[in-house]
């Protein structure tokens, strides 16, 4: 054991501050609460409080924060989406993503390392073109690329993939990153927390009270709080906080499972993906494989593993991966996918007011945890939508203007 360690260990102050203070109680009014203590209401939190000098909040989580999907997806972190809109608000996530280790002062292992989306067919190439030129246009760096690339950016691959399924490209988006998910919500939480935002872990939401079409409060399991606003911030538990206050939305909650491997030296510097083999994969700097496939094909409500998501996932990893059929399997877990029609968010104002929504992520939540956290922030503060989710509103689908960014989704559906 490292003496300084040691040292530490045995010493009876220990000058490093905790991540949070445990409050004992809710206090009887907030300026704003925010429902969900996972990244993205974390987020919303340190930059009301950093940004807009808010810091009367409370954070209320029902686990313990990141339990839900901050702590359950596979950390990829891209801006190469397909339209405009997604382009725009993701690019400034990977801007806010680079700076976080930084601000937090706490490493998020935050690791660029390429990102290949991989085409299969004719049609898929079609689409990486069409992306690699939305994303050009917007200063993103993504290309479409030869197998030739692709092989030497990554030798281990079996290009051939069994014969049937051959690679014909890839569209390379070089800022692709990953990061360490958990750490993301601690650091959010531990900046809210260091400027008096209040974190309630263990605290579920029964209720919300809504006078003359406005937000007036929260009730709890741990007793009532006045509030003149709400943020909803809980990914595949949305429907229930929207029945509170009688709002409906086209959300539908699939679960997404990932498992992961035994460690391994480094072999696998990019992050893969191929949405046609439906398997997205990475090596951490433990050097584990993370990896993932297709959401589950209907609608659930629940976080659990099943064998079949492993057996499907592993027969395509060995498509293109034959060399890793002796490797073990240690973990697999779930997360709840709050999809909507068009695959964009929900996001900002909504017909109740003083209750505001960041909802709708499906499979990308974790990569838009600094932009939603700070659009989030700005909507909150002023009361008016950031202009970089004008587009995401829930108005959308009455007035019929959607998103439309399907084409740029890694997992299949
Ligand atoms: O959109 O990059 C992505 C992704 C990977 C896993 C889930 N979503």
Redesign the pocket.
Known sequence: MPFRLLKFALSKEHPEPRMFQSRDRLKSSYDAVIIGGGGHGLAAAYYLSRDYDMSNIAVIEKGYIGSGNTGR??T?I?SNYLTPEGVKFYDESVRLWQDLSQDFDLNLFYSTRGHFTLAHTDSALRTMRWRAEVNKHFGIDSEVVSPDDIQSACPPMNLACGGHAPVLGALYHAPGSIARHDAVAWGYGRGADQRGVEIHQQTEVLGITVQSGRVTGVDTNRGHVSTPKVLCAVAGFTPRILDMVGLRSPLYIHP?QALVSEPMKPWLDPII?SGSLHV?VSQTARGELVM?ASLDPYELHSTRSTFDFAEGLAAHMLELFPFLSHVKIVRQWAGLADMTPDFAPIMGKTPIEGFYLDSGWG??GF?ATPVAGKTMAHTVACDRNHDLIQEFSLSRFKDYQLVGEKGA???GH
Do not use: C, E, Q
Request: glycine share 8%; hydrophobic share 45%.
């Open positions: 997806n596979t990829i891209r997404l993906v997205y993932g499979t990308w990569k989704a890694s997992v």
